[in-house]
């Protein structure tokens, strides 16, 4: 089976929401600033209701948001 | 650092600190029940007090997402570092009792309190690991 691992364009949707800091993502989605930057760090993996709720306030799909890569 | 994790690495540090203590102090004195009984409960209030001073300071700092409701990455970290620690316990309690046939009532006493701390210092590393590292499931 191959390895692969989620990725994500969180820090990027921010930016392009007018810099959107994760404290305000992490209101807006119900968990906190530290939870954001660990989903954003890849150190954490957000349940599928949070998954769909990040992709909600940027108005994206999830695949546009999260990504389901092969690792190098 | 989020408050539950500071919260995690003060219940380690105190945890090592006060049984730390207790054993050291333990393995140097007459080893009788009353002098175990003693020093343990002096280890658990040296705990109790460096647990309650990193509360006390914590709620200084304002850090009231210690006493609000768990978000997901919280109890995910809670939910992983309860098995680790319930390995640690069951590999103690047999340990125990196997030496139950061969050893004197105070070192199988002082070994079940091993077993007991050992689990509850790799629970909390757990925790600390988890929201340090984190875990790719």
Redesign the interface.
């Known amino acids: 089976m191959t390895e692969r ?2 990725t994500n364009r969180i820090r990027m949707l921010r930016f392009m929401a007018d810099e959107m800091t994760q404290a305000d993502l992490g209101a807006a989605i ?3 600033r ?2 954001v930057a ?1 989903i954003e ?7 599928l209701e ?1 998954a769909f709720r990040i992709a909600e306030v940027f108005g994206k799909p999830l695949d546009e948001v999260f990504q389901w890569e092969r690792e190098s | ?2 408050a539950r ?1 500071r919260f995690a690495w003060i219940d380690l540090i105190g945890m090592i600190l006060a049984y730390g203590f207790f054993f050291i102090a333990f393995l140097q004195s007459e080893r009788t029940p009353l002098t175990l009984v003693i020093l343990f409960a002096i280890a658990t209030a040296i705990r109790l007090a460096i647990i309650a001073g990193g509360l006390l300071t914590l709620s200084a700092e304002g850090r009231a ?1 210690l006493w609000g409701k768990p ?4 109890r ?1 970290v809670t939910r992983r570092s309860g098995p680790a620690a319930y390995y640690v316990l069951l590999l103690a309690m047999i340990a125990i009792v196997f030496m139950a046939f061969y050893c004197d009532g105070i070192t199988v006493a002082t070994a079940g309190l091993a077993g007991l701390v050992a689990a509850d210092i790799v629970r909390s590393a757990a925790t600390v690991a988890g929201y340090r ?5």
């Open positions: 691992r989620l119900g968990v906190t530290q939870t660990a760090q890849g150190k954490y993996s957000p349940t949070t | 650092m989020v994790e997402e978000d997901e990455r919280d995910a590292w984190g875990w790719r499931d």
